[in-house]
């Protein structure tokens, strides 16, 4: 896994390398030339001469006033724009303004239109204004500057430097105005903010340039996980292994009408190589699917649920799935809290268990429950509104956590996944082929398949690995469906193995 720096662990890697003997203005050196020679082979890759280069009055806008100085030594149409008071500028940023007017560099300055005009015939702008290190609205000229990021031609590529200005490092969200960039060029390791949905939005595609610093060993907020971390967890069987052990996936789910959600997180088991499933749902889901069920056995859940009557429904499971299109009315709530009550197995409750949930908050055996909420799921779970989870995915999977002691999957781009004293883990992906209806249910039986083998929390981790390296060998935007997804996921084990 990757550290996923906050603002703080930013500042102390840094600080850590001064220690270490690292001059400040070393670092902004090897940052803009860093950032530079990514700039450069994007230019020469596209046939780009021109580059402006917008500094603010920070280390941002050194390292910025350093890539220009790179790229005029390229070869390249370098200028420089300055926002701010050139008389507040860091000691570093001022050194590196020097530096650039040392070899003729032109440092221009003046108001929001003027910006504007310069901009204009750009084929390249970079953002310098702000990085990691801003944690307030941004207001006054440096939003006019902003607004001049936003009304630029269509054909105008935009790059930022560490992280696009007014994008909270820690968090993702806005800081009032935000740069919105094709790419994003971040210094010596991932941004936790740029690892959620609104930061992904205004970083476009993000590349790591390293600064010759090693980062210390810090308590770290979250992490980002690689693919070698899926390669770790997966095992080739034996060659004489048998279905029995492999392990059996209960998927309690589904009603007429909503049945295709335990199809496909029964699918999605077994793809992910669960030896058996068997979907337990109501004799009319049962009925409805006939013909459908080839390699998923089922019992038939006669209702009142009684205490032995639910142990003898899950007798014989390894794992259990809980929810997908279960329904929410009398005799599916009774179903959900007998099976949560009753079952000692891995748990993965997902849709409408954890609708049930965010009423009953009851959790038996937490240590063995992973929950999947999508964000709108989450937010009934925390009493708070979809838009305050999305705001800070970071705080709300953490609190889901601490209100629950479970395992918690929130979706989304970069999936995150927490669990009680473990730091949250993010997922590397965020793909369109997983916007579509089911996908989630799919994820779910992966899971709960993975479960069968690994600790919950590194089953729920490899799962959302899984899950989204399948959409993402999809290759498309849109038109995907989730059966296709469960079946990439075969072939996406097999590459690894």
């Not at 370098?78 to 000691?91: E, I, N, Y």
């Not at 398949?449 to 849109?478: M, N, T």
Request: proline share 5%; net charge negative; aromatic share 4%.
């Amino acid at each position: 896994m990757i550290p996923l720096l906050t603002r703080s662990e930013s500042r102390q890697v840094d600080a850590h390398a001064i220690e270490k003997g690292a001059p400040s203005i070393v670092l902004m050196e090897n940052a803009g030339r860093g950032a530079a020679e990514g700039i450069s082979e994007f230019m020469r890759a596209r046939g780009k001469k021109c580059v402006v280069v917008v500094c603010g009055i920070g280390n941002n806008g050194g390292d910025g006033f350093v890539a220009a100085r790179h790229l005029r030594l390229a070869g390249f149409d370098a200028r420089t724009w300055l926002v701010g008071d050139w008389t507040r500028m860091s000691k570093d940023a001022r050194l590196a303004l020097d530096m650039w007017v040392a070899m003729s560099g032109i440092v221009e300055k003046g108001e929001a239109p003027a910006l504007a005009e310069a901009l204009e015939g750009a084929d390249v702008v970079v953002d310098a204004l702000f990085g990691t290190g801003l944690d307030r609205p941004i207001a006054g000229e440096f939003a006019e500057a902003i607004a001049c990021f936003h009304g630029l031609p269509e054909a105008t590529i935009v790059i930022a430097l560490d992280l696009p200005s007014g994008i909270d490092a820690d968090t993702g969200a806005s800081l009032g105005h935000a740069v919105a960039a094709h790419h994003t060029i971040t210094f010596a390791a991932h941004k936790r903010g740029l690892l959620t949905p609104n930061g992904l939005r205004h970083a476009g595609t993000i590349a790591v340039a390293h600064i010759g610093t090693a980062l210390p060993s810090l308590p770290e907020s979250a992490t980002l996980l690689e693919d070698r971390d899926l390669v770790a967890w997966l095992r080739p069987r034996a060659r004489d292994v048998h279905k029995t052990q492999v392990g059996h996936v209960g998927i309690v789910a589904g009603r007429p009408g909503t049945s295709g959600a335990a199809l496909l997180a029964s699918r999605g088991a077994m793809r992910a190589g669960a030896g058996l499933a068997t979907l337990v749902t109501f004799p009319e889901t049962i009925a409805a699917l006939q013909g459908q069920l080839l390699e998923v056995m089922s019992r038939p859940v006669i209702s009142p649920i009684e205490s032995p009557k639910a142990r003898e429904l899950l007798a014989g499971f390894r794992s259990i799935v809980l929810g997908p299109g279960l329904g929410l009315d009398l005799y599916a709530a009774e179903l959900i809290d007998a099976v949560i009550e009753e079952s000692d197995v891995p748990l993965v409750l997902d849709a409408d268990a954890l609708t049930r949930l965010s009423i009953t908050r009851a959790v038996h055996d937490p240590e063995r429950v992973v929950l999947t909420p999508h964000p709108g799921e989450a937010a009934r779970l925390l009493g708070i509104t979809t838009a305050e989870v999305e705001h800070d995915r970071f705080a709300a999977v953490s609190a889901i956590v601490s209100r629950t002691a479970c395992t918690v999957v929130l979706k989304g781009a970069h999936t995150l996944i927490a669990a009680p004293d473990r730091a949250p883990v993010a997922s590397p992906f965020a793909t369109p082929a997983l916007a579509t209806a089911g996908s989630g249910d799919v994820l779910a039986g992966i899971i709960a398949a993975l479960a069968l083998e690994l600790p919950v929390f590194e089953a729920a981790c490899a799962g959302v690995l899984l899950h989204a390296s399948a959409g993402a060998r999809l290759k498309r935007d849109r038109g995907v469906l989730a059966h296709e997804i469960a079946d990439a996921v075969a072939f996406e084990i097999a590459d690894r193995l």
